[in-house]
């Protein structure tokens, strides 16, 4: 599913380490044979949050550290393989050991258990790798290595001395190719203490890599966590059977955006069931952001994350579809319809065998009205067989049968539109902006079948539409619908 605002999400957590990265990237949505690990991963995100709540001077620490940390896998794979390690990987493997001390320290007393973080002892690689115990951000071949070594660096520095206080140019070629030995010995100590210090730092191969994982999940949930305190975001609790129930649903995206406005969301109540439901109501009035709302937050849940919600009570779902703008189909040389029916087919195979959650953004609106009325009938009649919750949102009048459990968004059906029109500022960016403020987005259910609301004719007139356009569309419309919205006692 693309453009339903995961990538917005996504790109909010604060991410520190690049094996936080690779464990994000690593996420996908749990399907319904692994349940259990799901509600595991989020009984853990539930202590984490508990946790930076309650210690958060803790957590900058170990952010701290968490800023440190370089990727220094390729070496311990090098390591394990049996390579001679250079000066830059030890240096980096004794940066990394000392910097997740750190943070396991830390960690541990914060006294939580998250499983799979578990933070192996990295102190004797620290001691390997700092013969001197000085604990410097530093590494070479100390001279604390090797005896021999340090004679071998001590008779070199003696001899640069005489060196270079030395006038006489025969003693001076003595000193330099006696330097020039000393060099050699030194470098061939230097490079069997490395292949010394590679052999053993093989053993702590796996413990490495045991830290690795643990300080990218631990990296990733604390994002998590953040994010989730920042946004008020809330446990999604997975229920049996099929449902999907929201209650006080956002879209963080176009949250976000109002908000810089200065503006807030209207927040969505819904509770979907088995089989087919609708959503109806004026352009303009969300449904489209509905739709998205609840895909992310369905997706969201199913990947591990709190969700933009007060509560989410859902069933897992093997899948989740998204039919809506598929402008690659366009692309591929098929109309927008066409790539419509290509995707309801490959979404049908996943109905057929399994149970999922199915969004359906105004089917069959690129082929004429009378055959796309038809055809979304059809289909809402279709899935109302399949243990799988879909959602469609349409303009179709009469296409809500029996048995589909329906909701309306409010809109415009309250406004006075005769005030509205009267009103003397006719510029089509304030009326626009009024119709935007005055628009309900909250969802209603729809108890009996009901014609969808006609607003596009108000709306039209309002935005300011040629009035001689307005009369010849109203006398169409007087022949099906009275203008205020209601049916005539004919279409009754």
Known sequence: MKDIGLNHVLDQLRIMTPYGREQLQAVKPYSIDRLSNLKRVLEDQELMISSLSASPQIYDHIEREFCRIKDIKGSIKRCKNQGVLDD????????????????????ESLDLSIEDVCFQDLEPVIDLLDPEKKRFATFSIYDAYSDELKKAREKKRDIEKLLYNENDSERSEELKQERSKLVEEEEQLEGEIRIHLSQQLQQYGERLEENVISIGLLDLYTAKARLAIEKGCSKPLFQEGIQLEMVRGRHPYIEDLLQEEGKTITPINIDLKAGTNAITGPNMGGKSVTLRTIALNALLAHMGFFVFADTLRLSCFDFIHLLADHLESIKG????????????????????????????????????????????????????????????????????????????????????????????????????KLIQSLMDYRLEPVENEENVPKDGLNIATLLGLDSEIIEIAKAHYLKEVQFCGKETEKDA
């Open 333 to 432: 040389g098929l109309s927008t319809f066409g790539g419509e029916i290509v995707k309801f087919n490959e979404y049908m195979k996943d109905i057929k065998r399994s149970r999922g959650l199915v969004l359906i953004d105004e089917f069959a609106s690129g082929t004429n009205p009378y055959e796309g009325k038809l055809l979304v009938k059809s289909l809402m009649e279709y899935l109302q067989r399949f243990n799988t919750i879909s959602v469609f949102i349409t303009h179709f009048d009469g296409v809500v049968g029996a048995g589909v459990n329906h909701y309306r968004v409010i809109g415009l059906k309250h406004v006075n539109f005769n005030e509205l029109i009267d009103q003397g500022n006719n510029d089509s960016k304030y009326r626009l």
């Open 88 to 107: 830059i990987e030890l240096f980096e493997i004794k940066l990394f050991a000392i910097y997740g001390e750190n943070i396991r320290k830390h960690y």
